[in-house]
């Protein structure tokens, strides 16, 4: 499946360190979102972006940022994590966000360890 | 804004039939509802979506009564390969326009050989 790419699909990071994930759809939509995922939890949604545009910031703490350059691309810089944000990320798209009959499509992730 | 309730776990043999109930009595006429399937370390997989009545595609079948309150996620004669959690979602477009999808914690199906 070479819908929605991530990259790397593992990381393990310092406190300090700033890292980027990367995700890349070849599906043509115009939505794409981030997701975390911790053990044994529901997906929490982190953002949303629409034709480029950030649309929702589910209270998402500040050490984490996105950036949206186009409809193809999504990434979340990450910056003086901690611990408890060890997770699976996950990227998702879809035609777009507008509507309730949206099918999301997901990448495989990228499991992040914070040490 | 609506919400689902599921069944946390569900537990089924090779080659029986499962259907896995979703509750949503706040549904909007807008709504429509779509099941995604995750199995463990990767992203959810998008299963079945419908509006009303019955949909059946090559994986599963999904029934909604006339009131839209609940629906039902039916998998045919499961495999081993079918253990995986089961998620229900509910459009919701509440908010300025923008859907926010909205995962629970899902329906946890084990199949046992």
């Known amino acids: 499946e070479t819908g929605v790419t991530q990259t790397p699909r593992h990381l393990v990071m310092g406190m300090t360190n700033k890292k980027s994930l990367k995700c890349e759809q070849h599906l043509g939509h115009n939505a794409m979102y981030w997701y975390k995922q911790s053990a044994k939890k529901p997906l929490e949604l982190m953002f949303v972006?629409?034709?480029?545009?950030?649309?929702e910031n589910n209270s998402v703490p500040s050490r984490f940022s996105p950036e949206c350059p186009n409809s193809s691309h999504l990434f979340l810089h990450l910056h003086t994590l901690q611990p408890e944000d060890s997770a699976l990320y996950l990227c998702?798209?879809?035609?777009?966000?507008?509507?309730?009959?949206?099918?999301?499509?997901f990448g495989p992730g990228t499991r992040l360890l914070v040490l | 804004l609506a919400k689902t309730t599921q069944p946390i776990s569900m537990d089924s043999y090779e080659g029986q039939e499962v259907n896995i109930t979703c509750s949503h009595n706040?549904?909007?006429?807008?709504?429509?509802i779509t099941w995604y399937q995750q199995f463990p370390s990767q992203g959810p997989r998008f299963i079945i979506q419908g509006y009303k009545t019955k949909v059946t595609n090559e994986v599963a079948s999904l029934f909604i009564p006339a009131d839209r309150k609940s629906s039902t996620l039916s998998l045919p004669r499961v495999s081993l390969s079918d253990t995986a959690v089961y998620y229900c979602l509910v459009g919701d477009g509440s908010s300025g326009g923008s859907y926010i999808p909205t995962f629970g914690r899902g329906t946890s199906l084990i199949v046992h050989p």
């Open positions: 998702a798209s879809s035609q777009d966000a507008s509507g309730g009959a949206e099918t999301q499509y």
């Open positions: 706040n549904i909007a006429t807008n709504d429509y």
């Open positions: 972006y629409n034709f480029k545009e950030q649309t």
